[in-house]
C-alpha cells in the first residue's frame, strides 16, 4: 500500500473524501472479538477504510440488517480434483462467497513438472479469486511409477520466489523426513529459508514419529481423521486443517477440538471438490452451514474459513472486515445458511444472489503444455501363465486403501484373462508421459463389471492411464479413446464408446462449464453403472488404484505394488 492510497483511506475514515461504496445497515461479524456490531462499511478503491456511521458515499448499498463476513477462504485444495479449468471453478465459487484458494498444483506438477505450475500462475493472475499456491513438495510422488516430471532444489527455488507462491506443499515423505533423508530436508529448509510455511501430510502419526516429522519446521496437517491423533498434533503445535471434501470427510471427527480448545489453530478446507458437489451443495459454504449445524457457534465457524488462513499464510490484509483490510466481503442473509445475498471483491460487487455479476473470460489465455504421449506394445494387456496362483487387489468400497487376495488365476488356454463371473477384471496402467510403452498389468475385484471396460487419464498422483476391464479388446479400445482425446475419462462397451469427458488441460481438467462436466459425469456413472460396476463413483476408486503410497496393493506402469513393502511385486504367488 503506497502513501497516496493510505492518504485516501485517511480521508475516507474521517470523512473528508466520500467512500466509493458504503454498506449501509449491516450486521459486521468481527472475526478478532467474536461480537457483531451494527454499523456502517466505508471503502475506497478496494480497501476498507472505516467501520462507523455518516460516511459520505458515492455509491450506498442498504444491507437491511445482512450479516457482513470477510470473503470465505480455502487454505487446501487440488484445483485439479474438480476437473475443472481454475476459470471455471472460479465461476462455479465465487458466486458462494469463496474469495481466495490456497492450491497444492502437486497433480498437474507430476504431469508438467515446473512448466505446469508455471502455466497455473499464469492463467489464474487476472482472476477475480485471489488463488496462492504451494509448491509441491513430492514430484515424483513415489519411484516405483513413471512421472511426467521431478521438481528438485532448482525448481521448487523458482516456485518459492514467486509472489502468490506461499508456502511448501504438502510432505507426504514422512517416512523421509523421519529417516532424516538430506533431499527432502533440503525441500523443508529452502522454504523456510525464504520465510514460508511448510504443510504436513501425515496421517495417523503419534508419539516419538510425530515430534520428529514436526521438529523440522513442518507446521500444519490436513490429514487427520482420528479426534486423538488430531489432538496430539495440536499439542505439539500444528495448525488444523478440518477436512470435509467430496473424498474425504473429517469434520464430525474432528469439530469436538474446536469446541474444546479454541478456535485460533484451525482452518476448515475442502483438499478436493468435485463438479457435482460444488452444484448441489456448494464450496466454503457448505462448509461453513455444516459446521454450525454440528455446534460450532457462527463466529468461530467463519474465523476457520477467513482470518486463520489469511494469518497461517501471511495473505497480508485479508480474512477480516476491518481498516486496511482488503474489502472482500460476503453478505448472508443468516449465520445459518451462509448463501450469499452478495459477494464483493476488492470492493466491486461481483455476485448478487448466486448470480455472477462480473465477466469472467472461460478461454484459456494461452494452450495449455502438450501432455500425452502414449505408446502401445503390441497385445499390451496379455498376461502369459507363469503359475496357479495370483494376488488380486481388492477394492473397498468408498475408501481408497485395498485389500491383498490370493485366488486361483483365470486362465484360458495360455493366458490369464478376465473372470467377470467371479468379479475379477484386468486392471492395467499405461505411461503417457514419455512413450515408453511401459504397461502394468493385474487383477482387479470389486468393481462388478459384467462387460465393458472404464478408462481415466486421472490417475494419482503420476496420471498415467488407468484402465480396468472385462476383456482385453474393451481395455485397449478405452485407452485409444483416450489417446484420440489426449486425455480424459471414458466407458466402453464392445468398440462403442457410451460416455466420455474430454480432459484437455494436461488430461487432468476440462475446459467447459461445472454445468457441462457434472452431466458428463453423471452420463460416465449411468454408464459404468448399466455394465454392472457397484461402486458408487467407480472413476474414483480407478484413479487411486494408480497410488503406491495407499496401502495395500496397487498398481503403476511398473507392475503390481506391495505398498507395504514398498516395492514390486510379482502377480503370481508360488
Same mark, same amino acid.
Given at each position: 500500500?503506497?502513501?497516496?492510497?493510505?492518504?485516501?483511506?485517511?480521508?475516507?475514515?474521517?470523512?473528508?473524501?466520500?467512500?466509493?461504496?458504503?454498506?449501509?445497515?449491516?450486521?459486521?461479524?468481527?472475526?478478532?472479538?467474536?461480537?457483531?456490531?451494527?454499523?456502517?462499511?466505508?471503502?475506497?478503491?478496494?480497501?476498507? %477504510? /472505516?467501520?462507523? #456511521? &455518516?460516511?459520505?458515499?458515492?455509491? +450506498? =448499498?442498504?444491507?437491511?440488517?445482512?450479516? *457482513?463476513?470477510? @470473503?470465505?477462504?480455502?487454505?487446501?485444495?487440488?484445483?485439479?480434483?474438480?476437473?475443472?479449468?481454475?476459470?471455471?471453478?472460479?465461476?462455479?465459487?465465487?458466486?458462494?462467497?469463496?474469495?481466495?484458494?490456497?492450491?497444492?498444483?502437486?497433480?498437474?506438477?507430476?504431469?508438467?513438472?515446473?512448466?505446469?505450475?508455471?502455466?497455473?500462475?499464469?492463467?489464474?493472475?487476472?482472476?477475480?479469486?485471489?488463488?496462492?499456491?504451494?509448491?509441491?513438495?513430492?514430484?515424483?510422488?513415489?519411484?516405483?511409477?513413471? %512421472? /511426467?516430471?521431478? #521438481? &528438485?532444489?532448482?525448481?521448487?527455488? +523458482? =516456485?518459492?520466489?514467486?509472489?502468490?507462491? *506461499?508456502?511448501? @506443499?504438502?510432505?507426504?515423505?514422512?517416512?523421509?523426513?523421519?529417516?532424516?533423508?538430506?533431499?527432502?530436508?533440503?525441500?523443508?529448509?529452502?522454504?523456510?529459508?525464504?520465510?514460508?510455511?511448510?504443510?504436513?501430510?501425515?496421517?495417523?502419526?503419534?508419539?516419538?514419529?510425530?515430534?520428529?516429522?514436526?521438529?523440522?519446521?513442518?507446521?500444519?496437517?490436513?490429514?487427520?481423521?482420528?479426534?486423538?491423533?488430531?489432538?496430539?498434533?495440536?499439542?505439539?503445535?500444528?495448525?488444523?486443517?478440518?477436512?470435509?471434501?467430496?473424498?474425504?470427510?473429517?469434520?464430525?471427527?474432528?469439530?469436538? =477440538?474446536?469446541?474444546?480448545?479454541?478456535?485460533?489453530?484451525?482452518?476448515?478446507?475442502?483438499?478436493?471438490?468435485?463438479?457435482?458437489?460444488?452444484?448441489?451443495?456448494?464450496?466454503?459454504?457448505?462448509?461453513?452451514?455444516?459446521?454450525?449445524?454440528?455446534?460450532?457457534?457462527?463466529?468461530?465457524?467463519?474465523?476457520?474459513?477467513?482470518?486463520?488462513?489469511?494469518?497461517?499464510?501471511?495473505?497480508?490484509?485479508?480474512?477480516?472486515?476491518?481498516?486496511?483490510?482488503?474489502?472482500?466481503?460476503?453478505?448472508?442473509?443468516?449465520?445459518?445458511?451462509?448463501?450469499?445475498?452478495?459477494?464483493?471483491?476488492?470492493?466491486?460487487?461481483?455476485?448478487?444472489?448466486?448470480?455472477?455479476?462480473?465477466?469472467?473470460?472461460?478461454?484459456?489465455?494461452?494452450?495449455?503444455?502438450?501432455?500425452?504421449?502414449?505408446?502401445?506394445?503390441?497385445?499390451?494387456?496379455?498376461?502369459?501363465?507363469?503359475?496357479?496362483?495370483?494376488?488380486?487387489?481388492?477394492?473397498?468400497?468408498?475408501?481408497?486403501?485395498?485389500?491383498?487376495?490370493?485366488?486361483?488365476?483365470?486362465?484360458?488356454?495360455?493366458?490369464?484373462?478376465?473372470?467377470?463371473?467371479?468379479?475379477?477384471?484386468?486392471?492395467?496402467?499405461?505411461?503417457?508421459?514419455?512413450?515408453?510403452?511401459?504397461?502394468?498389468?493385474?487383477?482387479?475385484?470389486?468393481?462388478?463389471?459384467?462387460?465393458?471396460?472404464?478408462?481415466?487419464?486421472?490417475?494419482?498422483?503420476?496420471?498415467?492411464?488407468?484402465?480396468?476391464?472385462?476383456?482385453?479388446?474393451?481395455?485397449?479400445?478405452?485407452?485409444?479413446?483416450?489417446?484420440?482425446?489426449?486425455?480424459?475419462?471414458?466407458?466402453?462397451?464392445?468398440?462403442?464408446?457410451?460416455?466420455?469427458?474430454?480432459?484437455?488441460?494436461?488430461?487432468?481438467?476440462?475446459?467447459?462449464?461445472?454445468?457441462?462436466?457434472?452431466?458428463?459425469?453423471?452420463?460416465?456413472?449411468?454408464?459404468?453403472?448399466?455394465?454392472?460396476?457397484?461402486?458408487?463413483?467407480?472413476?474414483?476408486?480407478?484413479?487411486?488404484?494408480?497410488?503406491?503410497?495407499?496401502?495395500?496393493?496397487?498398481?503403476?506402469?511398473?507392475?503390481?505394488?506391495?505398498?507395504?513393502?514398498?516395492?514390486?511385486?510379482?502377480?503370481?504367488?508360488?
Amino acid at each position: 500500500m503506497d502513501v497516496v492510497l493510505m492518504k485516501k483511506l485517511i480521508d475516507t475514515a474521517t470523512k473528508r473524501a466520500p467512500a466509493d461504496l458504503v454498506l449501509k445497515e449491516a450486521q459486521i461479524l468481527d472475526v478478532f472479538s467474536g461480537k457483531i456490531e451494527r454499523k456502517d462499511v466505508a471503502i475506497t478503491d478496494g480497501y476498507i %477504510a /472505516g467501520i462507523g #456511521l &455518516g460516511f459520505p458515499a458515492k455509491e +450506498t =448499498l442498504y444491507l437491511k440488517g445482512a450479516y *457482513v463476513t470477510p @470473503g470465505f477462504i480455502d487454505g487446501h485444495l487440488h484445483l485439479e480434483s474438480s476437473l475443472l479449468s481454475p476459470r471455471e471453478f472460479c465461476k462455479a465459487v465465487l458466486p458462494r462467497g469463496t474469495t481466495a484458494l490456497v492450491c497444492d498444483p502437486h497433480e498437474i506438477a507430476n504431469v508438467l513438472g515446473l512448466e505446469g505450475v508455471l502455466y497455473f500462475l499464469k492463467i489464474t493472475q487476472d482472476l477475480p479469486i485471489d488463488i496462492f499456491f504451494t509448491a509441491p513438495s513430492c514430484v515424483p510422488s513415489s519411484p516405483l511409477e513413471t %512421472a /511426467g516430471a521431478t #521438481l &528438485g532444489i532448482k525448481e521448487l527455488a +523458482t =516456485l518459492l520466489d514467486h509472489p502468490r507462491v *506461499v508456502g511448501l @506443499g504438502e510432505v507426504m515423505n514422512f517416512p523421509g523426513v523421519i529417516q532424516g533423508e538430506t533431499s527432502v530436508l533440503e525441500k523443508i529448509a529452502l522454504a523456510l529459508e525464504k520465510g514460508k510455511r511448510v504443510d504436513g501430510h501425515a496421517p495417523g502419526l503419534m508419539g516419538d514419529d510425530l515430534s520428529a516429522y514436526i521438529a523440522p519446521g513442518i507446521t500444519s496437517d490436513h490429514e487427520c481423521i482420528y479426534l486423538k491423533e488430531a489432538e496430539e498434533k495440536l499439542k505439539r503445535g500444528m495448525y488444523i486443517q478440518i477436512r470435509e471434501g467430496s473424498t474425504a470427510k473429517n469434520m464430525s471427527a474432528l469439530i469436538p =477440538l474446536v469446541r474444546a480448545f479454541g478456535v485460533s489453530r484451525f482452518m476448515l478446507v475442502t483438499d478436493d471438490r468435485h463438479p457435482q458437489d460444488l452444484l448441489e451443495e456448494g464450496h466454503m459454504d457448505f462448509l461453513l452451514k455444516k459446521a454450525v449445524y454440528m455446534g460450532i457457534a457462527p463466529n468461530l465457524a467463519v474465523r476457520m474459513a477467513t482470518f486463520n488462513p489469511a494469518f497461517y499464510f501471511n495473505l497480508a490484509r485479508k480474512g477480516a472486515v476491518a481498516p486496511g483490510y482488503m474489502a472482500d466481503i460476503v453478505v448472508i442473509k443468516d449465520l445459518k445458511d451462509f448463501s450469499p445475498l452478495y459477494v464483493i471483491k476488492s470492493g466491486q460487487i461481483v455476485a448478487q444472489e448466486g448470480t455472477l455479476m462480473t465477466e469472467i473470460d472461460p478461454s484459456l489465455p494461452e494452450a495449455p503444455p502438450p501432455s500425452f504421449q502414449v505408446k502401445l506394445p503390441n497385445k499390451p494387456f496379455f498376461i502369459p501363465v507363469q503359475g496357479e496362483r495370483v494376488r488380486v487387489i481388492r477394492v473397498t468400497p468408498q475408501q481408497i486403501v485395498t485389500q491383498t487376495v490370493i485366488v486361483k488365476a483365470p486362465i484360458q488356454g495360455e493366458e490369464v484373462v478376465a473372470d467377470p463371473s467371479r468379479d475379477i477384471l484386468k486392471i492395467a496402467v499405461v505411461e503417457r508421459h514419455h512413450a515408453t510403452g511401459n504397461v502394468g498389468v493385474g487383477l482387479v475385484s470389486g468393481f462388478g463389471l459384467k462387460e465393458g471396460a472404464l478408462a481415466s487419464s486421472v490417475a494419482h498422483d503420476s496420471h498415467n492411464i488407468v484402465v480396468v476391464g472385462a476383456s482385453d479388446e474393451e481395455m485397449l479400445a478405452a485407452v485409444k479413446a483416450l489417446k484420440d482425446m489426449e486425455g480424459g475419462l471414458t466407458v466402453v462397451k464392445g468398440k462403442e464408446i457410451l460416455a466420455s469427458l474430454p480432459l484437455p488441460l494436461a488430461g487432468l481438467m476440462s475446459l467447459e462449464s461445472v454445468d457441462k462436466v457434472a452431466q458428463s459425469v453423471r452420463d460416465l456413472h449411468h454408464s459404468a453403472h448399466q455394465l454392472g460396476t457397484t461402486l458408487e463413483n467407480p472413476f474414483m476408486a480407478l484413479s487411486f488404484l494408480a497410488l503406491p503410497v495407499i496401502p495395500s496393493l496397487k498398481i503403476t506402469d511398473r507392475g503390481l505394488v506391495d505398498v507395504e513393502k514398498f516395492a514390486v511385486v510379482d502377480l503370481f504367488v508360488d
